[in-house]
């Protein structure tokens, strides 16, 4: 599976989610790979501060690319059952041509109405791609819009709802389950690790666990 993350918008988990999925992905034992097409190269960086800081846990492949991502992705199709790529917070080529060979698009994106306004263009992106697609006679591509770094306080609940109405009224859809905003998130990422390498916040390892489950799964109805 081909699995892009990208908006455009900053700090808003990318990268963060890239390395969950990347190592989601290696846990069912098909080799995996992730690509930061990213400049700024934070999952890059990630990928480096693994094999510092957590030797002994499970291995993920990273490289980095630029500009049209399709040759190189074909290329690594050969020897990887699951390609998972970090496209950055930004309208790119790399972005666009992954848009067109990516089985799913996670679009990572905070409730607030200055974030769910970028969703527009993401919007106009999937569908201009999908169009393409459907003439060369690909499958869809399945772009989802998932909430990070939410609260877990009952009142926030009406401001997921609100941003879950808007973000479908772009014709995008959302993934049911939001993430919450968790040190643990943090405190992973920075030494090269996820939730699900340390072993400590369960609550954390359950929400993301049921949010790649409803992300990744073949058909995305849910
Ligand atoms: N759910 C969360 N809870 C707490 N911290 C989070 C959460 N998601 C991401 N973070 C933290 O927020 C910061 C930004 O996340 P990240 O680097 O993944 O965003 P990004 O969208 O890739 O940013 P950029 O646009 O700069 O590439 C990081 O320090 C990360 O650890
Ligand atoms: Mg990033």
Redesign the pocket.
């Known amino acids: 599976m081909i699995v892009l993350?990208g908006?455009e918008?900053?700090?808003?988990?990318?990268?963060?989610?890239?390395?969950h999925v990347a190592v989601r992905l290696s846990m069912t034992g098909k080799p995996t790979i992730l690509i930061d097409a990213?400049p700024?190269a934070?999952?890059w960086a990630w990928a480096q501060a693994r094999n510092k800081y957590k030797p002994d846990s499970l291995r993920v492949e990273t490289t980095k690319m630029t500009g049209d991502i399709r040759p190189g992705i074909k290329d690594l199709a050969a020897s990887y059952g699951h390609i998972v790529v970090?496209c950055?917070?930004?309208d790119s080529v790399a972005l666009r041509s992954g848009m067109m060979i990516a089985h799913r698009l996670i679009i990572?994106s905070k409730v607030a109405r200055r974030d769910l306004e970028t969703l527009k263009h993401v919007s106009t992106l999937v569908h201009t791609a999908n169009e393409k697609r459907e003439s060369e006679g690909q499958s869809q591509l399945l772009a989802r819009v998932v909430f990070?770094?939410?609260r877990a306080l009952p009142n926030f609940w009406t401001r997921i709802e609100g941003a879950k109405k808007v973000v479908e009224s772009l014709g995008l859809g959302v993934c049911p389950y939001p993430?919450?905003?968790?040190?643990?998130?943090?405190?992973?990422?920075?030494q090269g690790g996820t939730v699900f390498d340390d072993k400590t916040d369960q609550k954390?390892i359950d929400e993301m666990e049921r949010v790649l489950k409803s992300l990744l799964r073949k058909e995305n109805t849910e």
């Open positions: 993350v908006s918008k900053g700090g808003v988990g990318k990268s963060t989610i890239a390395a990213d700024q934070t999952s970090d950055g917070g930004a990572p990070n770094m939410t993430i919450v905003e968790r040190v643990s998130y943090d405190d992973t990422q920075y954390a």
